[in-house]
């Protein structure tokens, strides 16, 4: 390793294995300037000839032996379990993409303010998970009656009424009393809920990155303070294939010789954001009139023409994610035009 490399190196990533492990390692900027492959045997000596810097491994067997070793030579060793670098996979997995992802891992660190807006984020999802639960179990007991109602939740709110009236036949009077028991603990979730949402709101409102990302089409508040609030600036990603990567809004590569095969979407990284960047693909796509206004019409009608309708919304979802990561990273609003000359370019 030459020793100007030495010198650039502030974080380091190894991803531990039995014989062999791997090294990535990221400049003050989140640069890579190394990325080896080691033996078990020169981790401990290539690494004594690096002024002191931060080491990040997973936790797991050996972990604890290597970074107290690395300790001793003056670096900054940390361990972490694996469930929290696995949000920081960029792609496939692979030996040194995992490197990769323990180093930024390792150094990642919140914002108060952020972390405000993911607590907001935590409570109002588990709210909306609750709420789904009571939904569904109302429609299971009213189901076991006979009695189906229209999928949707204001089709249940508006028919409750009625429901609750039918004859004791159909609904005992204990059915009705815990039907009614569920639908005020519905109303309660709806009116915690609201005020969750009216509070990002007001401070996706107050924040610069947030309003730029809500001139995106389909990003509301919700999605441009979760966005915010899980990463920041967007400094940990090079491009924006990177952030829809990190997402799992990419297919699942199998490749083996010359052939390469393309799956489902591998669904890694934050589960919560990408639900939402899917929902705001189908938000876009029933609005056929915004198309044009958006730049998105010649994107999506050729689109259409190949793709089936789930399909066109996760790959409208990855396109979301590109723009909102560049409206986020670069610090612009979006621009129509810029998709419409795209879109007419020949392939």
Sequence with gaps: MPATAHSKIAVVGIDIGKNSFHIVGLDRRGAIVLRQKWSRGQVEARLANVPPCLIG???????????????????????????YVRPYSKGQKNDFRDAEAIAEA????????????????????????????????????????????RQGQRFLRAGLPVILATPPDILSPRMVRMIEDLAADWHRLDERIECLSGEIEVLARQDSGCQRLMTVPGIGPIISSAMVAAIGAGDAFAKGRDFAAWLGLVPKQFSTGDRTILGRISKRG??????????????????????????????????????????????????????????????????????????????
């Design 270 to 347: 934050n589960r919560y954001l990408r639900v939402l960047f899917v929902q705001a693909a189908w938000v876009v796509l029933i609005k056929a009139t915004s198309w044009e206004r958006h730049g998105l019409k010649p994107w999506i009608v050729a689109a259409k023409k190949r793709l089936h309708p789930n399909v066109l919304a996760i790959a409208l979802a990855n396109k979301l994610a590109r723009i909102a990561w560049s409206v986020l990273a670069r610090g612009q609003a979006f621009a129509a035009r810029t998709i419409q000359l795209a879109a007419v370019q020949p392939a």
């Design 106 to 149: 390792v150094q990642a660190t919140k914002t108060a303010e952020q972390l405000d807006l993911q607590a907001l984020h935590r409570v109002r999802e588990r709210l909306v998970s609750q709420r789904t639960g009571i939904i569904n179990q109302i429609r299971a007991f009213l189901l076991e009656r006979g009695i189906a109602v």
């Design 57 to 83: 491994m997973e936790a797991c067997v050996g972990a604890h032996h290597l970074s107290r070793k690395l300790q001793m030579l003056g670096h900054d060793a940390r361990l972490m379990p694996a469930k």
